[in-house]
C-alpha cells in the first residue's frame, strides 16, 4: 500500500483513545493486544470483582503503551462519573467505545423474577445505553467517534430461557440504530455485533458436551462455534476507517444460525 493511501486509511498507530468495557473476557483476551498497536490511549476496565484479574492480564503492556485500567461497574452512576472525569483531567480524546460487559441467567419465563429481569436488563441495555451517553459527550467535542456493542444472535432469533436475555440484546441492537440516526450528525457510528455460542476456556467443557452439542451445534448451519477471535476480528473492522460508511448495523456472527 503506498504512502497516501496508508494515511488516508489510518495506518499508523490512532493517536486517539479507546474505551474497553469488560475487558477481562474471553473476547477481550484476543481484541485487547490488538488494540495496544491501533490507539496511543488504551482504557480497560472491569467490575472491583474481576480489577486483580485485568490487570494481572495486561500489565505487561504498560510498558510500551497508554494503557489505564479502571474499577467500573455500570450500574453505578459514580463509577461512571468518575470515568467522564478521568478522560477530562487526563485530557484524552475517546475515539471509541466497545462495550464488552453482559450477563445470562438461563431460566424459564414463568420463573423470571423482577431481581433477575431487572440485573440482566441493567447490565445488558441501561449500562450500554449510560456508557455510551457519558463517552459520546467527548466524541462530540472532538468530532466524532465509534461506539460498538456486543448483542448476541439471541437478539435476532429467540431461545428458550432466555426470555430477559433476548429482550435485553433485542433492545440493545435497536438502540444501537437509534443512537446512530440521532448522533450521526456529530460524527459518531454506533454499531452491534451479534454472536452465536462463544468457545472458550472458561465454557469449553460445557459446549463440547455432547448434550450442548446436539442442542446448539446442530442449529449452526457451519457446524462450529464462534472463537473469540471471530468476534474481535468483525469489532476491528466496525472500528477501522475500513468501516467509516457503516453505521447503526448489526453484524450477526453466527455460522448460520439466523438464517432460518
Known sequence: ???????S???????????????????????????????????????????????????????????????LDVLNKEHIKGLEVFIEEKQLIIDALIYLAGINILVPALEVTEEIWDQIMDINLKGFFFLSQAVAQNMILNGGGNILGVASQH??????????????KAGMIHLAKELALEWAKYGIRVNTVSPTMILSEKNKVILESPRAKKEYLTKIPLKKYALPEDVSDAILFLSSQQAAMITGQNLVIDGGWTIY
Open 1 to 7: 500500500m503506498d504512502l497516501e493511501k496508508c494515511l
Open 9 to 71: 486509511r489510518n495506518c499508523s498507530k490512532n493517536n486517539k483513545g479507546i474505551i474497553v468495557v469488560g475487558a477481562e473476557s474471553s473476547i477481550g483476551s484476543v481484541l485487547v493486544p490488538e488494540l495496544v498497536e491501533k490507539y496511543e490511549t488504551v482504557i480497560l476496565t472491569e467490575t472491583p470483582a474481576n480489577y486483580d484479574e485485568l490487570v494481572t492480564k495486561y500489565s505487561r503492556f504498560q510498558k510500551f503503551h497508554n494503557i489505564y485500567f479502571l474499577e
Open 155 to 168: 437478539g435476532v432469533v429467540a431461545n428458550i430461557d432466555r426470555a430477559a436475555y433476548c429482550a435485553s
